[in-house]
């Protein structure tokens, strides 16, 4: 057997096999966003039980044959087991493609559920600053932060129509920011700067692309914050 033949079955058989081990979520609805790259997927999840979870968790899709992507469910509800993913779709990726073209009643295929460790820790105030591709880990961290009082942010946006979508559409003290830099962190340093926060009693979250998120947690240490008040996670580079 020639060696095109054979690795030709050999990635149909793995493919039986990861058929075999993906768990599927259906699609209830897909939003996109009218002036940027931001995609809404509601989904349905039969074989997930949503009822322990009590840190933000981070969804394992199959994006292409042999690839995946991670999305963070956000406004999700134990009972009917569904949740929404917010995607950031703006650039070229097997994810951004998947997303893009993604429609009601696809079926989703997963390979895992898992926990970032981010909770809200118990503080009296809860800071989150992201760009777009963080929407729905922010959102779930505004959703398992209780009391609510103790929450707030920021978040990018790369436009005005969306600014001011994200304050009709959701119920958040988040505040949208205009990113006025590629990475955003220049836009969210400004907003930090003129924000005044207890230096005792503040934990920052900070996610999103790994430059603003390192410039981010720079500014912080500058501004006197200790390594245990800020909590950061880099999605992609
Ligand atoms: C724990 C975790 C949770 C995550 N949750 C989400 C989520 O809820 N929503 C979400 O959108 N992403 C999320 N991400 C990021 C996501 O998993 C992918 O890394 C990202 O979407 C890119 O995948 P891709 O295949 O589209 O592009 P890739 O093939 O990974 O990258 C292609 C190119 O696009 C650039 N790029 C990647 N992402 C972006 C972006 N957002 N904006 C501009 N350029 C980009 C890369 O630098 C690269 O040059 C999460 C990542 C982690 C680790």
Redesign the pocket.
Known sequence: MNTLILNSLKKKASLVIENRVLKTALVLEVRKWPSSNIIEIDLHMPFTSMHNWNEVN?IKCK?ADFTY????PSGWDAETQTCT?????????????WASQLTKGDELGYLQVKS?RQTPVNTSAVICLG???????ILAMQQLAMPAARFSGAVLMGDEHSRSLFNEYFRTPLQPVLRNDVYGHHSLTEWLLKQSYNLEHTIFYLTG?NTMVSQLRKTLKQQGYGQHQIKA?G???
């Not at 993913?85 to 493609?97: E, M, R, T, Y």
């Not at 760009?131 to 880990?137: C, N, P, Q, Y």
Request: hydrophobic share 30%; proline share 3%.
């Open positions: 981070y994006v992507r991670d999305y963070t993913l917010f995607v950031d779709a703006g650039h070229n990726g097997p994810g951004s493609i970032t760009d777009e591709s963080s929407i729905g880990h692309n996670e999605f992609w580079s």
